[in-house]
């Protein structure tokens, strides 16, 4: 695995690759890796020829008061773990390189992205296109592969592909679950014992509207609130968001008539986090 902390070498070598003919992957990750981030890897080298990723932990996606600073950096054992995968590019820039002094440019998806987390985390989802948009122009990959964890994140993604012209197929992979249903996240390391029985909360209450929805329920009202009665019996959990909506507006539905998405954000001590469904899938 080839190792390039400069824009410079990974452009060359992203396109010497591609010269040779060569289908490029790529996964971009923050670091902290996990199952989830692997079965991103996996997926690429089953759909690509070569596959690079990223680490960067990105400044511009984080918020007044949030965890950048403690944001886990693991980087010895990420390197080995994609290594081990068989990546074939790293690209480990600084946030000089992606950002030099006195850079005022930034990607905005306007609408969607104050939806959902981006509600609550206002310059979130401007700070994650900015930097995403960055990295395609740098990596230029054929495929580009995302986790369904982060489905708003994704449907964001799609619509700037789609809107700028990005000549890369983002490909969604499943989220990779802990046997007892907790999403696979990086922050699930800041979690004690207690709290992390409590973000089991999310996962019951997806799996409860689930059940309704199965059992023949479509209103969308009625199925929060089956979704929101579970929620409140986990005392350790801090609500920010239970909804159902379009997968690819993130508007809110009324009626389940098509395929949706149901999704939860909700703090365990003070950390957040994300979990979704399909549902109608």
């Given at each position: 695995m080839?190792?390039?902390?400069?824009?410079?070498?990974?452009?060359?070598?992203?396109r010497?690759?591609k010269?040779?003919?060569?289908r490029?992957?790529?996964?971009?990750?923050?670091?902290?890796l996990?199952?989830?981030?692997?079965?991103?890897v996996?997926?690429?080298?089953?759909?690509?020829?070569?596959?690079?990723?990223?680490?960067?932990?990105?400044?511009?996606?984080?918020?007044?008061?949030?965890?950048?600073?403690?944001?886990?950096?693991?980087?010895?054992?990420?390197?080995d773990?994609?290594?081990?995968?068989?990546?074939?590019?790293?690209?480990?820039?600084?946030?000089?390189?992606?950002?030099?002094?006195?850079?005022?440019?930034y990607?905005?998806?306007?609408?969607?992205?104050?939806?959902?987390?981006?509600?609550s985390?206002?310059?979130?989802?401007r700070?994650?296109?900015t930097v995403?948009?960055?990295l395609?122009?740098?990596?230029?990959?054929?495929m580009?592969?995302?986790?369904?964890?982060?489905?708003?994140?994704?449907?964001?993604?799609?619509?700037?592909?789609?809107?700028?012209?990005?000549?890369?197929?983002?490909?969604?992979?499943?989220?990779?679950?802990e046997p007892?249903?907790?999403?696979?996240?990086?922050?699930?390391?800041?979690?004690?014992?207690?709290?992390?029985?409590?973000?089991?909360?999310?996962?019951?209450?997806?799996?409860?509207?689930?059940?309704?929805?199965?059992q023949?329920?479509?209103?969308?009202?009625?199925?929060?609130?089956?979704?929101?009665?579970?929620?409140?019996?986990?005392?350790?959990?801090?609500?920010?968001?239970?909804?159902?909506?379009?997968?690819?507006?993130?508007e809110?539905?009324?009626?389940i008539n098509?395929?949706?998405?149901?999704?939860?954000?909700?703090?365990?001590?003070?950390?957040?986090?994300?979990?979704?469904?399909?549902?109608?899938?």
């Amino acid at each position: 695995m080839k190792i390039y902390p400069s824009i410079d070498e990974m452009r060359a070598a992203s396109r010497a690759a591609k010269l040779g003919g060569l289908r490029l992957g790529f996964v971009p990750t923050m670091g902290a890796l996990h199952a989830g981030h692997l079965s991103l890897v996996r997926a690429a080298k089953a759909q690509c020829d070569v596959v690079a990723a990223s680490i960067f932990v990105n400044p511009l996606q984080f918020g007044p008061n949030e965890d950048f600073a403690e944001y886990p950096r693991t980087f010895e054992r990420d390197r080995d773990l994609l290594e081990k995968e068989g990546v074939d590019f790293l690209f480990v820039p600084s946030a000089e390189e992606m950002y030099p002094a006195g850079s005022v440019t930034y990607v905005s998806v306007e609408g969607l992205s104050k939806r959902l987390c981006g509600r609550s985390r206002p310059a979130h989802f401007r700070g994650v296109t900015t930097v995403v948009a960055k990295l395609f122009h740098i990596v230029e990959p054929d495929m580009a592969f995302f986790g369904q964890k982060d489905a708003a994140q994704v449907a964001i993604i799609r619509r700037m592909v789609r809107d700028l012209s990005f000549p890369v197929e983002i490909i969604v992979c499943p989220i990779v679950r802990e046997p007892d249903g907790l999403a696979m996240s990086s922050r699930n390391a800041y979690l004690n014992q207690r709290e992390r029985k409590s973000a089991l909360g999310l996962y019951r209450s997806l799996t409860e509207v689930k059940r309704c929805f199965d059992q023949g329920e479509g209103r969308a009202a009625k199925l929060i609130e089956a979704g929101m009665r579970v929620l409140k019996e986990e005392t350790g959990l801090r609500l920010d968001y239970l909804e159902i909506v379009d997968p690819e507006t993130l508007e809110p539905v009324t009626e389940i008539n098509r395929v949706v998405l149901l999704a939860v954000a909700a703090f365990a001590g003070p950390t957040r986090l994300i979990d979704n469904l399909l549902l109608g899938a």
